[in-house]
Structure formats: structure tokens, C-alpha cells
């Protein structure tokens, strides 16, 4: 081998080091209700991918070593089952949960939806539980399909000491300053802003 190819090859190498070690990451975060509500997360990790809603990740740490760090950070979270975290706060409910297409990835999901007019424009940002099978906005004085138990998005709201509960009506906090009512008629919700 010339000194000209043990060069390159040492210079490969020291790029390809440098690039793994600049993928490594250690603080994650994603936005709550309002943008000055935001959940951050410090955990060493490769990022997948990046949203306000979402942070994608992959960690050498075994799932229980996560959730040991994340009982440390955020005391009030709690595992909900074996395979998520969550948070439940009317300002930054969240969860972490494993990602279903990969091996050892993870993501942090911001458990928020946009209550819409009927043209699109924001009304407000509420607490939602969100997911792959259920989207992040909903329209205002419409009728929905829920994507999961009813029984689920109940238990979801009991976890928010903010939300109130009555009958087939719960009433959370907004970023709107008020409150969104959102009525369960069997699988279907209508959401709203509260009339005060």
C-alpha cells in the first residue's frame, strides 16, 4: 500500500467517524398545546426524523434503561403497558413508544390536535390523543370518527387533572384561552370551543 492510499484511507475512515459521531444527539423535544409548551427529553440517540409533533430516534439503551431515564426526568410520566410512556398534562401530553417499522427505533409523539374552522384556519390546540390511524387536526362542528375505543380517548382525559369529565362531555384547556368541549355519541365526537 503506497502512502497515497493509506492517506485516503485514513482519511475515509476519520470521515466516517466524525459523521457517526456528529448523527449522535442527546436532547429530543417536541411542541405542546401552545409553542412555549414544549417537552424535551435528554437521552443519547440517532435521529431519524424531526417535527413539532413528532421526534423519530434509535438508542443503543434497552427499553427499560429509557424508562428509567425517563422516571428520573419526568417523575410524573408513567409506562403504560410494555411498550409505552406517556405524560399526561394539559399542556404537553406526550408519548413514547416504540416505531412499528424498525428495529430498536422509537418515537415521541406530542399528543395534541388543532381544532379547525371550516375553512382550515386554527381555532385552537388542545390535548388529543393522537395516532398513526387518528390525524393531528380536527374540524370544528363536525362529526368524527374515532380511530380507537371511545372508552380510550375517556381513560386518555382522566389521566389530565385539567380535563373535566361529565357524562358524554369533556372539557379540556386550549391554547385559545378556552376550553374545547369535546361530546362522544357512541364511536363519533363532535369538538368545539366551549361556550362561555
Known sequence: MTVGSLLTVSALAAGAFLLHVGNTHTDMWVDGVDTDDTFTFELPHHRFTVSAKE??????????EILQELERQHPQ???DGEDS???ASASTP?????LDDTDGGYVLISQTARLTDQSGHTLADFPF?????QADW???ATVIDLAFPAK???DFYEKIPEARIADDVISVPSSAGKNVDITITGQEVFVGLAQQ
Open 77 to 79: 410520566g408513567y409506562s
Open 85 to 87: 410512556w406517556r405524560l
Open 152 to 154: 380510550d380517548l375517556v
Open 129 to 133: 390523543p393522537v395516532s398513526p390511524t
Open 94 to 98: 406526550v408519548v413514547i413508544q416504540p
Open 138 to 140: 380536527v374540524p370544528a
Open 55 to 64: 421526534y423519530s430516534f434509535s438508542t443503543q439503551l434497552s427499553w427499560e
